[in-house]
């Protein structure tokens, strides 16, 4: 990107305003190196981990209970600065500091703590949580080196065996010289040699402070004078061999000290590749919240960039994030800028009133763009850019003495530059264009710089109070007029920005505005030409024109939003009403069917009383399953209502079919007359109705084999077979087999009342039953048999349904 662009955009100021969310030095080293990225490609990964961490954040403010993820504030910050701990690890022989191993242990923990939390919400975000998964395992490390090293930088009494022992012998080296000081001190407290009776330090060695006139009575070594030299520090004759001691064992744990810092360099030299990569992650993560907690701050948007067969270029409620910092600290409201470039129409020309906000639309959004393209959100409800090679701006007056350059010369030398430089996939940024020269001349330069960006294909958006230029707007194709918004009532700038139309300048309104004197804007009124004012006029009425139009518009999306809302309430009460009907219908429905099975199994009961009458009541059962069906696929088809669906394939003799209602294939033993079908379905033969088969399966295969150790046997047909089984005469074992048994093909057959015979006797036969009824899956409950079926002598029996 064009070093003087990013200068006039105030890329530099916009770092400083990320740096607020910074929170460690290595964040902080990649804002001071962010710079507009090389690829698409490489700005949409970093907006989507901005992206990512701005969702997370938005979790993470969330009630714990409301949270979909663990996701809870990460903290980048309270760390130290490791980057020359961890270049010195790469040095072979290097031994680091201890608190530089204290500070590089903190921030190897802090992101093996980042990356555990990550991992927890890979769902949320996998990018972020696959860059923190680069940081490695440091459990082994860590241990090494937890606990040795104190926040202060000294090195722990535990951190080994020996230099534990060493200060122990230390400390009571020093109790040992205290002592014999303090008996030197008793001693000699009356001579008045003493200057005051304490006992101090001195080059690493006890001392006692004397009078001058003392230095030749007392035997010993002088280790210096105070500052007015009225006080001597003596090492007693009797101390000294005491302090050497004490300064040997000084020695030896400075060498034990050294020992355990290149032992816990070395531990952490395995891992300096690692711990490169976990500083970096770390950075970057931090990196990445930052840019997040500033979108977040500022309203922003994840910005899109259009393919390269269509690029657009449109801000939608886009604010400049610098003006907006300045105006919330002076609790003033920002006003949003929309526009949008889009197919052939690649050039905006904006127009109207002096400090109207045309300098700060164009800065606006340049420097958006320039956000976009780093990777950073944007301060817009959405912002669609195409993918700019460069930015080229023109910006303010960058006259210079210095240069010999006055405003005008300044102004055409950097258009000659962008000229140069400027391509099809350039932004151009143009204030003010054709100033500071005569408008007529002017104009003419601005038509033509705009011409030739025109053609070039790149995306410009230029100012201008030139009424040449806003004639090109209105007539040159590919070129949209805009203009900055000004009240007529109180003759200042709205800064809305309205396109399709020039604006004026309103000069003189301005001025008034700002104080000068009333008979100068008169004069400079009368001096205007009549040609002037009929052009004032003009833009006055369009912009009239517009703000009408602008406010049918509004009232048009309003009646809009009004009509859809309405709708969707009519809907969502519809859907109400449908939904209360069904439940209705559905609790009718169930009352019917529990009242329908009741009265059945009472009458059904009334005729199995009597023996001759079962035939009959079986069949009574099957067409009650039948009803049941019925009722139940009416409820369902009334609930969820379908086109019945023809089955695919031919109905005949040996075909299996599904039946509706019935969960098992049935096979087609007879095609009857009347549309009926005869059908076995497991151990049970009954018939169907054709419309009832909703779907015709493929046959069995071929040859199938039963498990080795399996085998199959047919049992006996149950609309042939007595519903009851006698077992008198039988032993427990062999009654439990048999009814166990007959159980099975009774469910089989969808049976769900039998009848079990085991006589009075003992009772053991009867317990044996109705152990096996309590423990069996298919049986629903079971009861003495009513005195018509046999008493206490036969048990009752019903199974579930299959």
Excluded at 435 to 464: I, K, M, N, Q, Y
Excluded at 535 to 546: H, S, V
Excluded at 600 to 611: C, R
Excluded at 628 to 648: M, T, V
Aim: net charge neutral.
């Amino acid at each position: 990107m064009n070093a003087r662009s990013l200068e006039l955009l105030e890329y530099g100021r916009l770092r400083e305003l990320l740096g607020r969310y910074v929170a460690s030095p290595g964040g902080r080293r990649l804002l001071e190196g962010m710079r507009p990225l090389d690829s698409p490609a490489a700005a949409q990964e970093a907006l989507a981990e901005a992206a990512e961490a701005m969702e997370w954040l938005r979790e993470a403010e969330r009630p714990p209970a409301g949270r979909k993820t663990l996701a809870a504030p990460l903290r980048f910050d309270g760390l130290p600065d490791v980057a020359a701990a961890e270049a010195k690890l790469r040095i072979e022989g290097a031994v680091l500091e201890p608190l530089e191993i204290h500070a590089l242990g903190a921030v190897l923990e802090r992101a093996s703590a980042v990356r555990q939390a990550l991992a927890q919400a890979s769902a949320l975000c996998p990018r972020l949580a696959a860059r923190a998964a680069r940081v490695a395992d440091f459990r082994q490390a860590l241990r090494a080196v937890q606990g040795k090293i104190l926040p202060d930088g000294s090195i722990a009494g535990d951190a080994s065996p020996e230099l534990g022992r060493i200060r122990r012998e230390m400390e009571r080296q020093r109790l040992l010289i205290q002592e014999s000081l303090g008996r030197f001190l008793k001693s000699h407290r009356e001579d008045g040699l003493l200057q005051e009776e304490f006992v101090t330090i001195r080059n690493d060695r006890f001392v006692v402070p004397i009078v001058p006139g003392a230095r030749r009575k007392l035997p010993g070594v002088v280790h210096g004078a105070s500052g007015s030299g009225h006080t001597l520090f003596l090492e007693p004759l009797e101390a000294i061999e005491l302090n050497n001691d004490l300064v040997r064992l000084s020695e030896e744990e400075q060498r034990e000290v050294h020992r355990i810092l290149r032992e816990l360099t070395a531990e952490l030299r395995r891992h300096a590749g690692e711990a490169r990569e976990a500083v970096q992650a770390l950075a970057a993560l931090d990196f990445a919240f930052a840019r997040a907690r500033f979108a977040l701050d500022f309203d922003g948007t994840i910005p899109e960039f259009s393919p390269d067969e269509a690029p657009r270029l449109e801000l939608v409620e886009a604010r400049h994030p610098l003006l907006e910092d300045i105006l919330r600290r002076q609790r003033r409201r920002i006003v949003p800028l929309s526009f949008a470039l889009v197919g052939s129409h690649r050039t905006l020309l904006i127009s109207g009133p002096n400090t109207g906000g045309k300098t700060v639309a164009l800065k606006c959004a340049g420097l958006l763009a320039l956000m976009a393209q780093s990777g950073v959100p944007v301060p817009a409800a959405r912002a669609v850019f195409p993918w700019f090679d460069d930015v080229l701006a023109d910006i303010g007056d960058n006259q210079s003495l210095e240069q010999s350059l006055s405003s005008f010369s300044a102004h055409a030398a950097r258009i000659r530059e962008m000229v140069e430089l400027a391509t099809s996939g350039s932004l151009v940024l143009l204030d003010e264009l054709g100033r500071a020269t005569d408008p007529e001349e002017g104009g003419a330069l601005g038509v033509a710089v705009l011409e030739d960006f025109r053609r070039r294909g790149a995306f410009t958006l230029a100012s201008t109070h030139l009424a040449a230029l806003k004639v090109f707007g209105a007539t040159a194709p590919g070129v949209l007029n805009a203009a900055m918004g000004f009240d007529e009532q109180t003759l200042e700038p709205t800064y809305v920005l309205a396109t399709g139309a020039p604006g004026k300048s309103a000069g003189l309104d301005i001025a008034a505005r700002l104080g000068l004197p009333a008979r100068l804007i008169e004069r400079a009124r009368a001096a205007m030409t009549d040609r002037d004012r009929q052009m004032g006029e003009l833009l006055r009425q369009l912009e009239a024109r517009l703000a009408e139009a602008d406010g049918r518009l509004a009232e048009i999306k309003r009646r809009r939003a009004e009509l859809e809302e309405r709708e969707r309430r009519l809907l969502e009460q519809m859907e109400r009403r449908e939904k209360a009907r069904l439940r209705e219908i559905e609790e009718a429905a169930e009352t019917a069917r529990k009242r329908f099975e009741k009265e059945a199994q009472d009458l059904i009961a009334s005729v199995l009383s009597a023996p001759e009458q079962r035939r009959q009541a079986e069949k009574a059962l099957r067409q009650a399953a039948r009803v049941r069906r019925e009722f139940e696929d009416s409820l369902q088809a009334l609930r969820e209502p379908e086109p019945k669906k023809q089955p695919q394939g031919e109905i005949r003799e040996g075909a299996r079919v599904r039946l509706r209602g019935v969960s098992q294939p049935a096979q087609v033993r007879k095609v009857l007359a009347g549309g009926k079908l005869e059908v076995d379905v497991g151990f049970l033969r009954m018939q169907a109705a054709r419309e009832d088969v909703t779907e015709v399966l493929p046959p069995a295969p071929a040859g199938s084999r039963l498990p080795a150790g399996v085998t199959l046997s047919a049992g006996p047909r149950w609309d042939t077979l007595a519903r009851e089984i006698n077992v008198i005469g039988k032993t427990a074992d062999e009654a439990r087999e048999e009814v166990d048994k007959f159980l099975d093909d009774a469910f089989l057959a969808g049976v769900t009342r039998v009848r079990v015979v085991h006589g009075h006797g003992m009772g053991v036969l009867k317990r044996a039953v109705q152990d096996l009824c309590r423990a069996h899956p298919h049986v629903e409950k079971h009861y003495p048999a009513p005195p018509s079926e046999g008493g206490a002598g036969a048990t009752i029996i019903e199974l579930k349904e299959s």
